[in-house]
């Protein structure tokens, strides 16, 4: 299939805006206009994807721009995480659904080309600023006709850690999509998780998954505006009112995240019985997702909790490095104060002066290189000198066969393993199993007993790491262990089924280190959506 | 600037000294410099070489010899900002000097471009600004001072951002009139520039702000002024004590003087600016920056 040209990319200037403005009667209303013009501007972008579908070098007249790029935005501002944003190829991937149910006909590379289209547009990758320019004129004080530029993003690029990219929503974008935003954070959660109670208890689950989506998107607010401060320690001990503003801060936000981790999992268990008991296949999916984004609030909250506790600690060591320090005898210059923060409000013209003066000083030497002609012809002339490319000759390496002192034989593992491969339902008393083995091979009950000691504290979280489907436990219930080798507790050995759907809720973003339990061999579980059983999320509340 | 304060002990008789029988000679000349060479490579430190070290120390000791690598540095146009084991012959180039930066050469789209000619200078302001936050730490000569390439970014747009945030407050236009594109605020062309993008070959944007910060950062690396720590957040890095004398005695002085040129007086009492808010809800930092910016 011929590539398409997706450079067709160029700054929006909807001159058309400009046009329609009129003479207005009074400054005020002047004002409005020059507003609702420059909101009017923010979306042209999307417009603008559906009028210039037609240039593509291809036939993309099915296919709805606009809605793309609306679910496009929808995408970035939910994903928008903790620590960065929305992944570019996770938000091409979830937009796909979308881009081929408009052309179920089209192939896969096509929809993909599609949604890349209407994402790089969103970011509008061929301009220098990487954002949108509109021109609107206002009348000035003196009744002057003024254009101007008004320039603004819809999703811009941030840097992630570990130098990727990743994109977020502008606040332009989001004034587009969602409206009014501009509430209290903490009572706005509130008022959507209240808004949520009420929708699940009336059985209305298509608006509670839209007020749950709301509640997550608040959520990720409410984080990011508490993570800004808890780093702000790390440079300036002073910086931040370690007093009276942060300790309040921190107890607050441990406050909300122990309030709404309660509310949050006394949701979960509504939804999860709306889920269980609805007959509906359409309410039981939609029960199921709103599943998943309480779970997802969940664990951003306990990843916001893990923050605030590390918040103390660091508190201590820097103010041991920064505020007990001998004072200087001399005073420095306050290169913010004296300096950044008086050129950012100037004309660029005049700031340029200042920075100009800053770069010839700041900046350190340079030694200009020169070359005598005849060492450079002589450079020139020199052949590149032949570089071996296998290196030295490895001497061979004289090798001893150590004598195989293992005391167990992997005949015997296979043996003891094949023992313990219980099925989970079944758990067996290590007596019984020390039994059987001594039938087969005298040696077999010690390495029998070693594994079963093994897994009495098993790898949890590892296991789950590592996609094991399965794990091996002990748990000791008191009753002696009644053997001729052996002495202890007579442990109950069992396999444990891991439950990898249910795992993010507890999951530590990254780490995934802590699983809080494992299933008790009760069969069955609930009937859901989901493929596996869910015993481990019930067993956590 | 030069640091004579040891110079009074009296020299050891192995140094040969410039000033006996009042004639310097040849021999002097070429040593003094050799040591002018070595403060020209600003990452070779007195400490990884023996002959450095030999001919800093005869620099503090023999003030003639000092003298005559003085007036070398002078003449070839360097300044001499300290000689010290610790820093060696930090040098810097004086206005004119064949080894002045200049934006031309550093970067060809801000010898045309107006506003990447600010966005660079500016990058190398806030660098600084970010090593040194408190005038404590400018002043203190053991201070060593820790950045990060998306630190120093987060922390310019947020202060763009609070400007932004009081114009819009006080109900000015800030959108520059089209035909005058000089009269644009300053904080205004950074926030229009994109913090970062995406490229095909998975290397910085050269044109956003995190791609003009990278490449100020690395220039200083190679200047001798940071040293690279780590890959967190951009690039970590580390100051040396070459970028403190650097910019406590000759960069902040000069853009001072030009900012005071311009009319423009900040009145301070040289305690640092960023403070907590006297509001107690308002506590706005910028990310990874973990400053709080206050004016």
């Given at each position: 299939?011929?590539p398409?040209?997706?450079?067709?990319?160029?700054?929006?200037?909807?001159?058309?805006?400009?046009?329609?403005?009129?003479?207005?009667?009074?400054?005020?209303?002047?004002?409005?206009?020059?507003?609702?013009?420059?909101?009017?501007?923010c979306t042209?972008?999307?417009h603008?994807?559906?009028?210039?579908?037609a240039?593509?070098?291809?036939?993309?007249?099915?296919?709805a721009?606009a809605?793309?790029?609306?679910?496009?935005?929808?995408?970035?501002?939910?994903?928008?995480?903790?620590?960065?944003?929305?992944?570019?190829?996770?938000?091409?991937?979830?937009?796909l659904?979308?881009v081929?149910a408009q052309a179920?006909?089209?192939?896969?590379?096509?929809?993909?080309?599609?949604?890349?289209?209407?994402?790089e547009?969103?970011?509008n990758?061929?301009?220098?600023d990487?954002?949108?320019?509109?021109?609107?004129?206002?009348?000035?004080?003196?009744?002057?006709?003024?254009r101007?530029?008004?320039?603004?993003?819809?999703?811009?690029?941030?840097?992630?850690?570990?130098g990727?990219?990743?994109?977020?929503t502008?606040?332009e974008?989001?004034?587009?999509?969602?409206?009014?935003l501009?509430?209290?954070?903490?009572?706005?959660?509130?008022?959507?998780?209240?808004?949520l109670?009420?929708?699940?208890?009336r059985?209305r689950?298509a608006?509670a998954?839209?007020?749950?989506e709301?509640?997550?998107?608040?959520?990720?607010?409410?984080?990011e505006?508490?993570?800004?401060?808890?780093?702000?320690?790390?440079r300036?001990?002073?910086?931040?009112?370690?007093?009276?503003?942060?300790?309040?801060?921190?107890?607050?936000?441990?406050?909300?995240?122990?309030?709404?981790?309660?509310?949050?999992?006394?949701?979960?268990?509504?939804?999860?019985k709306?889920?269980?008991?609805?007959?509906?296949?359409?309410?039981?999916?939609?029960?199921?997702e709103?599943?998943?984004?309480?779970?997802d609030?969940?664990?951003?909250?306990t990843?916001?909790?893990?923050?605030?506790?590390?918040?103390?600690?660091?508190?201590?060591?820097?103010?041991?490095?920064?505020?007990?320090?001998?004072?200087?005898?001399r005073a420095?210059?306050?290169?913010?104060?004296?300096?950044?923060?008086?050129?950012l409000?100037?004309?660029v013209e005049?700031?340029?002066r200042?920075?100009?003066?800053f770069?010839?000083?700041?900046?350190?030497?340079?030694?200009?290189?020169?070359?005598?002609?005849?060492?450079?012809?002589?450079g020139?002339?020199t052949?590149?000198?032949?570089?071996?490319h296998?290196?030295?000759e490895?001497?061979?390496?004289?090798?001893?066969?150590?004598?195989d002192d293992s005391?167990?034989?992997?005949?015997q593992?296979?043996?003891?393993?094949?023992?313990?491969?219980?099925?989970?339902d079944?758990?067996?008393?290590?007596?019984?199993?020390?039994?059987?083995a001594?039938?087969?091979?005298?040696?077999?009950?010690?390495l029998?007993?070693?594994?079963?000691?093994?897994?009495?504290?098993?790898?949890?979280?590892?296991?789950?790491?590592q996609?094991?489907?399965?794990?091996?436990?002990?748990?000791?219930?008191?009753?002696?262990?009644d053997?001729?080798?052996?002495?202890?507790?007579?442990l109950?050995?069992?396999?444990?089924?891991?439950?990898?759907?249910a795992?993010?809720?507890?999951?530590?973003?990254?780490?995934?280190?802590?699983?809080?339990?494992?299933?008790?061999?009760?069969?069955?579980?609930?009937?859901?959506?989901?493929?596996?059983?869910?015993?481990?999320?019930?067993?956590?509340? | 600037?030069?640091?004579?304060?040891?110079?009074?002990?009296?020299?050891?008789?192995?140094?040969?000294?410039?000033?006996q029988?009042?004639?310097?000679?040849?021999?002097?000349?070429?040593d003094?410099?050799?040591?002018?060479?070595?403060?020209?490579?600003?990452?070779?430190?007195?400490a990884?070489?023996a002959?450095?070290a030999?001919?800093?120390?005869?620099?503090?000791?023999?003030?003639?010899?000092?003298?005559l690598a003085?007036?070398?540095a002078?003449?070839?146009?360097l300044?001499?900002?300290?000689?010290s084991?610790?820093?060696?012959?930090?040098?810097a180039?004086?206005?004119?000097s064949?080894?002045?930066?200049?934006m031309?050469?550093?970067?060809?789209?801000?010898?045309?471009?107006?506003?990447d000619?600010?966005?660079?200078?500016?990058?190398?302001?806030?660098?600084?600004?970010?090593?040194?936050?408190?005038?404590?730490?400018?002043?203190?000569d053991?201070?060593?001072?820790?950045?990060?390439?998306?630190g120093?970014?987060?922390?310019?747009?947020?202060?763009?951002?609070?400007?932004?945030?009081?114009a819009?407050?006080?109900?000015?236009?800030?959108?520059?009139?089209?035909?005058?594109?000089?009269?644009e605020?300053?904080?205004?062309?950074?926030?229009?520039?994109?913090?970062?993008?995406?490229?095909k070959?998975?290397?910085?944007?050269?044109g956003s702000?995190?791609?003009?910060?990278?490449?100020a950062?690395a220039?200083?690396?190679?200047?001798?002024?940071?040293?690279?720590?780590?890959?967190?957040?951009?690039?970590?890095y580390?100051?040396?004590a070459?970028?403190?004398?650097?910019?406590?005695?000759?960069?902040?002085?000069?853009?001072?003087?030009?900012l005071?040129?311009l009319?423009?007086?900040?009145?301070?009492?040289?305690?640092?600016?960023l403070?907590?808010?006297d509001?107690?809800?308002?506590?706005?930092?910028?990310?990874?920056?973990?400053?709080?910016?206050?004016?």
């Amino acid at each position: 299939m011929r590539p398409h040209n997706l450079s067709v990319v160029t700054v929006t200037i909807p001159h058309q805006h400009s046009s329609a403005a009129r003479p207005a009667p009074g400054p005020a209303a002047d004002e409005g206009l020059a507003r609702r013009l420059k909101a009017l501007a923010c979306t042209a972008p999307l417009h603008d994807l559906d009028a210039r579908k037609a240039n593509l070098a291809g036939e993309y007249g099915v296919y709805a721009m606009a809605e793309v790029a609306l679910a496009a935005i929808d995408l970035v501002t939910l994903n928008m995480d903790f620590d960065t944003g929305a992944d570019h190829d996770q938000i091409i991937h979830r937009l796909l659904p979308r881009v081929a149910a408009q052309a179920p006909g089209r192939d896969t590379a096509e929809h993909e080309r599609v949604a890349r289209w209407v994402l790089e547009n969103l970011i509008n990758v061929g301009s220098v600023d990487r954002g949108f320019r509109a021109v609107y004129g206002t009348f000035g004080p003196d009744g002057a006709y003024v254009r101007r530029d008004y320039d603004f993003k819809l999703i811009e690029e941030v840097a992630g850690s570990g130098g990727s990219i990743y994109l977020r929503t502008t606040d332009e974008a989001v004034n587009v999509l969602v409206g009014a935003l501009d509430t209290d954070v903490t009572s706005a959660q509130i008022a959507a998780e209240v808004k949520l109670e009420v929708l699940i208890n009336r059985g209305r689950l298509a608006d509670a998954q839209l007020a749950a989506e709301q509640a997550r998107y608040r959520t990720v607010q409410y984080a990011e505006i508490l993570r800004r401060t808890l780093e702000a320690t790390r440079r300036n001990v002073r910086a931040v009112d370690w007093l009276r503003t942060v300790p309040d801060m921190i107890a607050e936000a441990l406050d909300h995240v122990a309030d709404r981790y309660r509310h949050e999992n006394a949701i979960l268990t509504n939804i999860r019985k709306a889920r269980d008991e609805a007959e509906d296949p359409e309410h039981k999916r939609r029960a199921a997702e709103l599943v998943d984004i309480v779970k997802d609030c969940i664990r951003r909250h306990t990843q916001l909790q893990s923050r605030l506790l590390e918040a103390g600690p660091l508190f201590r060591a820097e103010q041991d490095r920064q505020a007990f320090a001998a004072p200087p005898s001399r005073a420095g210059l306050d290169l913010y104060g004296q300096l950044v923060a008086p050129v950012l409000p100037l004309p660029v013209e005049h700031a340029t002066r200042v920075t100009d003066a800053f770069f010839a000083r700041g900046t350190g030497l340079r030694t200009p290189a020169s070359v005598r002609v005849i060492d450079l012809v002589d450079g020139l002339l020199t052949p590149p000198v032949e570089r071996e490319h296998l290196g030295a000759e490895m001497p061979e390496p004289d090798l001893v066969a150590t004598p195989d002192d293992s005391r167990f034989t992997d005949e015997q593992l296979d043996t003891a393993l094949a023992l313990l491969d219980l099925p989970p339902d079944a758990p067996r008393r290590l007596s019984g199993l020390l039994a059987e083995a001594r039938r087969t091979d005298p040696e077999l009950p010690y390495l029998l007993a070693l594994l079963a000691i093994h897994a009495a504290s098993p790898p949890v979280g590892t296991a789950y790491r590592q996609g094991e489907q399965r794990l091996l436990f002990a748990v000791d219930d008191g009753t002696e262990l009644d053997d001729p080798e052996f002495g202890g507790a007579d442990l109950i050995v069992g396999m444990a089924r891991l439950d990898h759907s249910a795992r993010p809720a507890f999951e530590d973003r990254g780490s995934g280190g802590r699983a809080p339990g494992f299933g008790k061999g009760r069969g069955g579980g609930v009937p859901l959506p989901q493929p596996t059983t869910t015993r481990t999320e019930e067993q956590s509340q | 600037m030069t640091d004579y304060r040891e110079t009074e002990a009296p020299a050891q008789p192995d140094v040969p000294s410039a000033g006996q029988g009042g004639t310097i000679t040849a021999a002097d000349a070429a040593d003094a410099a050799r040591l002018v060479s070595f403060g020209l490579q600003p990452k070779l430190l007195p400490a990884r070489d023996a002959e450095y070290a030999d001919l800093i120390r005869r620099h503090r000791e023999d003030p003639p010899f000092a003298r005559l690598a003085d007036a070398v540095a002078a003449g070839l146009g360097l300044v001499v900002l300290e000689v010290s084991p610790r820093a060696g012959m930090a040098v810097a180039a004086a206005e004119d000097s064949v080894f002045a930066v200049r934006m031309g050469d550093y970067s060809r789209r801000a010898a045309s471009d107006a506003a990447d000619r600010f966005l660079h200078g500016l990058a190398h302001l806030a660098i600084a600004a970010m090593a040194f936050p408190r005038p404590e730490d400018l002043a203190d000569d053991g201070y060593i001072g820790r950045i990060t390439v998306n630190g120093i970014e987060a922390f310019v747009r947020q202060a763009c951002r609070r400007l932004e945030e009081t114009a819009d407050a006080n109900g000015e236009n800030t959108d520059p009139a089209t035909d005058a594109p000089g009269l644009e605020a300053a904080w205004r062309v950074y926030m229009r520039r994109s913090a970062t993008g995406a490229t095909k070959d998975a290397r910085r944007l050269a044109g956003s702000t995190t791609g003009i910060i990278g490449k100020a950062v690395a220039f200083l690396v190679e200047s001798g002024f940071l040293q690279r720590t780590g890959d967190e957040a951009g690039g970590t890095y580390r100051t040396t004590a070459r970028y403190q004398l650097q910019v406590r005695d000759m960069a902040g002085s000069a853009a001072m003087a030009e900012l005071l040129e311009l009319g423009i007086v900040p009145v301070t009492d040289g305690s640092a600016t960023l403070l907590p808010p006297d509001d107690a809800e308002a506590l706005d930092l910028a990310a990874d920056a973990g400053l709080p910016f206050h004016s």
